[in-house]
């Protein structure tokens, strides 16, 4: 799942627990000495203790673990992990008004263990020479980490440290601009996915709902930058929209309003807010007519299959119905095992992906067949927001022929489920051991599932309330 933090809850049941000590040098995933391997098997445990600042034994410990569990750790060119962490360690030292001219990138051979150690060296080099500054040592760490897991180039992989919640908030408040752009943050990973224009298509509450946006307002410039440069998107100027706790950065926005002809600009300050429950609830249920179910699922979060059967269950009382509309557009992703589930009650004896090795052996993920069957035909609508296990499912329902896609294209954001791995100063590292091939053994990631019936949403027919996509299914579903 991508986009989504590991919680401790889930840590407790799936984390992979790294040595907390540096092993001496061994082949990755190789047992060191004393017969602690890179990384060991999962364990449970009573809880996670608190997270202690990164140092050069976590850093070769995530290196290890990448190497010895990633989907392409056995082929990987271990430099392009090292340069890239090294690159981050000198642009820290920099930014810190700390530079050295012993932070020089040493020449690698492609030996993954010498290699290792003439990085290790380099950088104990420099750090020994540096102020016993803990804080600084701990910022030039996080940053050779997080580049490192990054110059991976995969969307499911995370290092997650430092969660927080905003200490005023409360039951289901959110934190942010209190927005929603029809471009959402999983275009960092994938920026040609993207079409202009940037366009409001929900005002949650907040910041936003006070300043007066309203859905279909076009989004000119974030913070004076273009979110298109020569028709491709920028992502950084995108990700401004959709700012985490504890960033607290102001962004400024230059909008036009197109049925008015309306210019202006509005600062945001990111901030706590009761978003309205209609916008966050995970699945809503309505009748657009009387004998076709609606059904908007927000994202596949545990028993979230159930909760769809059910609001049908609760929609088809009283009446028949001849077909759902199932709305996955902004779906964010979640548990393929919820996104497999809920294709089961549409298909039975079915593949619905193949999860697969570097070497070209796969797993297969077949439907649950103890499921009950809906019987009705269906129509899926589907976004560039529409993401990991939100594109399995749609995939699946392409490539079986279950029923019909509607909108635009998903965002590409699958490269496989992530697995968690604890590190030994309690920070989670995360990425898949397999790569995710639809039914049709098509790669989705980076390339996304494309609709059967293109019907993109345009600020005009937001700012009016339109849905062409929905009357399109409707459409569909009367023939």
Known sequence: MIGKTVTAGLVLLLAVACTGQTPPRTQPGKAAAGGTPACAPPQRGPGIAAETPATIDVIEQAYRCILANYYSGTTLDA???????????????????????????????????????????????????????????????????????????????????????????????????????????????????????????????????????????????????????????????????????????????????????????????????????????????????????????????????????????????????????????????????????LLSGFAHGKVTAYQCAVDGTCETTRTDDSVALLNLPLVVLTDRACASACEHFSSAVKDLRLGRLVGTRTAGVISGPAQPYLLGNNTMLGFPSKHHLAPGREVIDRVGVAPDDYVPLTPTDAAAGRDPALARALTLLHK
């Open 79 to 341: 430099r392009s992990l090292l340069s890239a962490g090294f690159v981050a360690f000198t642009q820290e030292l920099n930014r810190s008004g700390r530079d050295l001219a012993e932070a020089t990138l040493p020449a690698f051979a492609g030996d993954r263990e010498a290699d290792w150690a003439a990085f290790e060296a380099a950088y104990r080099r420099v750090t020994d020479r540096l102020p016993p500054d803990a804080g600084l040592r701990a910022k030039l760490a996080a940053a050779t980490l997080r580049a490192i897991v990054a110059a991976l180039g995969d969307n499911h992989a995370r290092w997650t440290s430092g969660v927080q919640r905003p200490p005023d908030s409360y039951d289901d408040d959110q934190y942010g601009l209190g927005l929603r752009a029809n471009i959402g943050p999983q275009v960092a990973g994938n920026p040609g996915a993207a079409l202009p224009p940037l366009f409001v298509t929900s005002v949650l509450g907040g910041p936003a709902k006070k300043a007066g946006l309203r859905p279909g307002d076009v989004i000119e410039s974030i913070n004076d930058s273009a979110p298109f440069i020569k028709g491709e998107v920028t992502p950084a100027a995108i990700a401004r929209l959709y700012p985490q706790y504890p960033e607290a950065a102001a962004v400024r926005l230059r909008l036009l309003r197109q049925d008015t002809g309306r210019r202006w600009s509005v600062t945001l300050k990111p901030g706590l807010y009761q978003p309205d429950p209609e916008t966050t609830q995970l699945v809503t249920a309505k009748l657009p007519r009387d004998d076709i179910a609606y059904v908007r699922l927000r994202g596949f979060a545990p028993d979230a299959a159930n909760r769809v059967f059910k609001a049908i269950a609760r929609l088809r009382t009283g009446r028949t119905l001849t077909g759902v509309v199932l709305d996955l557009r902004g779906n964010g992703g979640g548990s393929p095992v919820e996104a497999t589930r």
